[in-house]
């Protein structure tokens, strides 16, 4: 409610974050950063959205499948799900994957915040090599 007095995560203090880990961002729309990296397994893609009481970091897509997921690809990224700490598969609207951490701002400092999104990069590139790999390709 009203009496707890707790400090906003703000747009401007989230860009100085993402600048001081050597991200450099653009404003995606009024509430998401987005921040492209060159990988070792191509583009990545990391929108960072604040919301009221979160900070959702997410890429996008992060395997595009048209909808079409097999059981074997679902089993395969929930098992990746249980081994990783902060960031979570899942599947967006369109039924594409997409690699997301989800964060509570309320008393989230530089360290957190900066810890979950390199976790985040570093799993996109890694998961995305193995199923490179794994798809032959």
């Known amino acids: 409610g009203a009496g707890r007095m707790f400090r906003m995560l703000s747009a401007e ?12 961002s653009s404003r995606h729309d009024a509430r998401t950063l987005v921040c492209r990296h060159e990988t070792s397994e191509g583009k990545v893609a990391v929108f960072v959205r604040l919301l ?9 897509p992060f395997l595009p499948t048209k909808n079409d ?43 957190e915040a900066q810890g979950a999104l390199a976790e985040l990069l570093d799993q996109a590139v890694r998961h995305r090599r193995t199923l490179r790999v794994a798809s032959g390709a």
């Open 69 to 111: 997921v097999s059981f074997e690809l679902l089993r395969w990224l929930l098992r990746q799900n249980r081994d990783m700490n902060q960031s979570k598969f899942a599947l967006d609207e369109d039924g594409d994957v997409v690699l997301t951490a989800e964060l509570p701002t309320e008393s989230i400092d530089p360290s």
């Open 13 to 24: 203090k989230l860009e100085t974050w993402l600048s001081d880990m050597g991200w450099a």
């Open 52 to 60: 009221d009481n979160w900070l959702v970091a997410s890429v996008v």
